[in-house]
């Protein structure tokens, strides 16, 4: 099935002109960016080029963040090789909430610990809060070991659908959100705050809506410094709605897209329509024709923010292909990630050509840029240019699973 309701969206809201959405979908937050305000970020940051995050020992976002299994070493050595290897200045790291009810003091200690490292590294992390994709029911303790051969076997939503479709259990979840942004919303090392992951993925549709609505008013209250945004993601009929309020609520566009050079391009001609600065949060899958050789020079042409999904293959497993069987040997052809547990590149071609643009987009930005919104805190290192069934745009759904579109 071919997809293309992202042109309609877009349409309907040129149509509509600066401030307005299609008819009868809410208006923007009030204390949304302007187009302008936007802009003037976005011409102060570097090319952003960086990978989605978690450190290889662990297996998902709880492991990652709680106390006994939070891996500073680890974090701190793996964002030096994406700096170091690859010229990354940005990550994009997803937390979770539970950690942060089980300990809030505890929790925001230790992501001070890690935004203090990617700072060290020069990389400027974007923040994701919620998720509605993989596993329903996270628990805190222990987590699953990784099952053999498996994509992203231990992964976890955050908070789980139960919560998602509760409105009484939000409370804590407001807490969260307000807590987070306002110890960290003025900390120039935070590069922007990605709200709510591939928000109706796993059949929630618009089941999500209200909680995506409510997410962006509290972070609204709040009024962080950083840009908000919560990223496109699966583009046909049924997901017309959010898609409408995303456009709507993000201060800068964001989307995931796991095809061609081609239809990406495509794509971000569109999205540029809109009028504001333009950023991929999740890419690269290579068996679908999302390759670093054949789309990384058009994030670079087009000077659209990028992030593909792995860093180093580790405990989530996402070499493995979307509905890879258990006891899959590792395939010869990697899924995502781009290192080794060792720190030694899985392609030596594509290091190189991440090595390439990004020097060339520090070259480049050395021409002066307008004074935007704010500056950076320090220097950076200035660089060039995820998933779940497909996160491909305007591709057919795959064979398994069809609900689940696009996930890491």
């Given amino acids: ?29 009030a204390g949304r960016w302007t187009a302008k305000r936007a802009k003037a970020w976005y011409a102060q940051q570097p090319w952003l080029v ?21 891996d500073p070493v680890t974090i701190d050595r793996e964002l030096k090789w994406a700096a170091e290897q ?15 009810d089980a300990d809030p003091k505890g929790f925001k200690e230790r992501l001070e610990k890690f935004l203090a490292s990617a700072d060290r590294h020069q990389i400027r992390p974007m923040v994701v809060f919620f998720d509605d994709v993989w596993n329903p029911e996270p628990k805190l303790g222990k987590q ?60 929630q549709i618009n089941r999500s809506l209200p909680l995506l609505k409510q997410t962006f008013a509290w972070a609204r209250k709040v009024n962080p410094e950083q840009p908000l945004t919560v990223g496109l993601w699966r583009y046909d009929k049924a997901f017309q709605q959010l898609n409408d309020y995303q456009l709507a609520a993000s201060d800068v566009t964001s989307f995931h897209h796991y095809g061609n050079a081609k239809d990406l391009a495509r794509l971000i001609g569109e999205l540029k329509q809109h009028g504001r600065p333009v950023i991929c949060t ?58 080794r547990p060792d720190g030694t590149v899985y392609s030596e071609e594509e290091a190189k050509l991440f090595r390439k643009y990004t020097a060339a987009a520090r070259e480049k930005d050395k021409t002066p840029r307008p004074v935007g919104a704010f500056s950076p805190r320090t220097p950076l290192l200035l660089s ?13 759904l795959p064979d398994f699973e069809s609900d689940r579109v696009c996930r890491p």
Wanted: hydrophobic share 35%; aromatic share 12%.
């Fill in 144 to 203: 699953p070991a990784p099952r053999p051969g498996v994509h992203n076997s231990g992964w976890m939503r955050s908070p789980g659908p139960k919560a998602v479709n509760d409105p009484a259990a939000w409370g804590r979840l407001e807490k969260y959100v307000t807590d987070v942004l306002t110890t960290f919303g003025k900390d120039r090392r935070v590069l922007a705050w990605d709200l709510y992951n591939e928000p109706g993925n796993e059949k």
């Fill in 86 to 100: 690859f010229g990354f200045n940005t990550v994009r790291v997803f937390l979770h909430d539970l950690a942060w």
């Fill in 282 to 339: 999740e890419w690269m899958a290579r068996t679908r024709d999302s390759t670093v050789a054949a789309n990384l020079p058009v994030f670079f042409k087009e000077r659209v923010g990028c992030y593909n999904w792995g860093l180093v293959s580790g405990k989530t497993q996402t070499i493995y292909p979307w509905g890879s069987k258990p006891g899959s040997p590792e395939p010869k052809v990697w899924f995502h990630d781009l290192l």
């Fill in 50 to 70: 960086g990978c989605n995050f978690i450190p290889s020992t662990a297996v998902n976002q709880l492991e990652m963040w709680q106390a006994d299994t939070f």
């Fill in 1 to 29: 099935m071919k997809t293309t309701l992202i042109g309609s969206v877009l349409a309907a809201l040129l149509l509509l002109g600066p401030g307005t959405t299609p008819a009868g979908q809410p208006k923007a937050d």
């Fill in 384 to 396: 060039p240019t995820r998933g779940e069934g497909e996160r491909q745009t305007r591709h057919p």
